[in-house]
């Protein structure tokens, strides 16, 4: 079972098949997808795609948690990963999608940190990835403002437990 997490003004809670309908609406937004390669134009491989990714058991501490806030707890905002890149791995990759309407609020930086921390502190993950498209400006720099770093060796960002740890 993946942990809880609190923070200033966010829940995150490990995603359920509660939160398909609210996942595949957003993914149906072309605004929030167009920065990402994936199944969106095909109704059938779309829903197959996120029931598998629901589902999956991406090992101990890995997975997504799906995102709301204090105010209200079961408003979707959107979801926070921690998963083997691709789903397959070897590298651990961090990543971030949220609807339109939550868009611009900081909650994808405030997300986003209590996972990263989770993978190095809880995990003892030695290096965790963010593949991020070139005209991604918004996730550029939510991972920017989480310590993350252009990364040599194809990997768009990535950041070390050292890094981490030296940012307290």
Same mark, same amino acid.
């Given at each position: 079972?993946?942990?809880?997490?609190?923070?200033?003004?966010?829940? !995150? @809670?490990? /995603?359920?098949?509660? #939160? %398909?309908?609210?996942? =595949?609406?957003?993914?149906?937004?072309?605004?929030?997808?167009?920065?990402?390669?994936?199944?969106?134009?095909?109704?059938?491989?779309?829903?197959?795609? !996120? @029931?598998? /990714?629901?589902?999956? #058991? %991406?090992?101990?501490? =890995?997975?997504?948690?799906?995102?709301?806030?204090?105010?209200?707890?079961?408003?979707?905002?959107?979801?926070?990963?921690?998963?083997?890149?691709?789903?397959?791995?070897?590298?651990?990759?961090?990543?971030?999608?949220?609807?339109?309407?939550?868009?611009?609020?900081?909650?994808?930086?405030?997300?986003?940190?209590?996972?990263?921390?989770?993978?190095?502190?809880?995990?003892?993950?030695?290096?965790?990835?963010?593949?991020?498209?070139?005209?991604?400006?918004?996730?550029?720099?939510?991972?920017?403002?989480?310590?993350?770093?252009?990364?040599?060796?194809?990997?768009?960002?990535?950041?070390?437990?050292?890094?981490?740890?030296?940012?307290?």
């Amino acid at each position: 079972m993946l942990p809880r997490f609190r923070t200033k003004r966010l829940l !995150l @809670r490990p /995603r359920t098949m509660r #939160d %398909f309908a609210d996942c =595949l609406a957003m993914d149906r937004d072309p605004d929030v997808t167009r920065h990402v390669a994936g199944p969106w134009g095909d109704p059938e491989r779309h829903e197959r795609f !996120l @029931r598998q /990714r629901i589902r999956a #058991d %991406f090992g101990p501490g =890995l997975g997504y948690w799906t995102v709301a806030t204090e105010g209200a707890p079961d408003t979707f905002l959107g979801w926070v990963m921690l998963i083997p890149e691709d789903g397959t791995g070897p590298e651990v990759e961090i990543g971030w999608r949220f609807c339109r309407r939550a868009w611009g609020r900081g909650y994808a930086t405030e997300a986003a940190r209590p996972v990263l921390a989770h993978g190095f502190r809880t995990l003892g993950l030695a290096r965790i990835v963010a593949a991020i498209a070139p005209g991604n400006a918004a996730s550029i720099r939510v991972a920017e403002k989480i310590g993350l770093r252009p990364a040599p060796g194809g990997q768009a960002y990535a950041a070390t437990c050292d890094d981490h740890a030296g940012r307290g």
